[in-house]
Nanobody, 120 residues
């Protein structure tokens, strides 16, 4: 079991930046993948970026070059730095941790989300 708490959301003007934080209740070194997702009203939740416990990262195409995901193992925290934000990126941003267990199964844990609003 792991609890995740997101923070860092807020209101920002278009072109601005925010850094989101995802704090875990235990060591993140045991979390195989931690990802940031977002969900706007009336849409499906979508992946923004994720990072493995080995440090490999993946980004959705439309945030490449503007967002950076990173992890601080000492603080049990994963960050998402977002730059040049656009109004259409207004959404609730969620953190998800995946723990791969034996037999090829995995457990997913979600935080409650943090609201990001980008004004035009």
């Amino acid at each position: 079991q792991v609890q995740l708490v997101e923070s860092g959301g807020g209101l920002v003007q278009a072109g601005g930046s925010l850094r989101l934080s995802c704090a875990a209740s235990r060591s993140i070194e045991g979390l195989n993948v931690v990802g940031w997702y977002r969900q706007a009203p009336g849409t499906q939740r979508e992946l923004v970026a994720d990072i493995t416990n080995g440090g490999s990262t993946e980004y959705v195409e439309h945030v490449k070059g503007r967002c950076t995901i990173s992890r601080d193992n000492a603080k049990n925290t994963v960050y998402l730095q977002m730059n040049s934000l656009k109004p259409e990126e207004t959404a609730v941003y969620y953190c998800k941790a995946r723990v791969i267990i034996s037999g090829g199964y995995a457990s997913d844990y979600w935080g409650r989300g943090t609201q990001v609003t980008v004004s035009s």
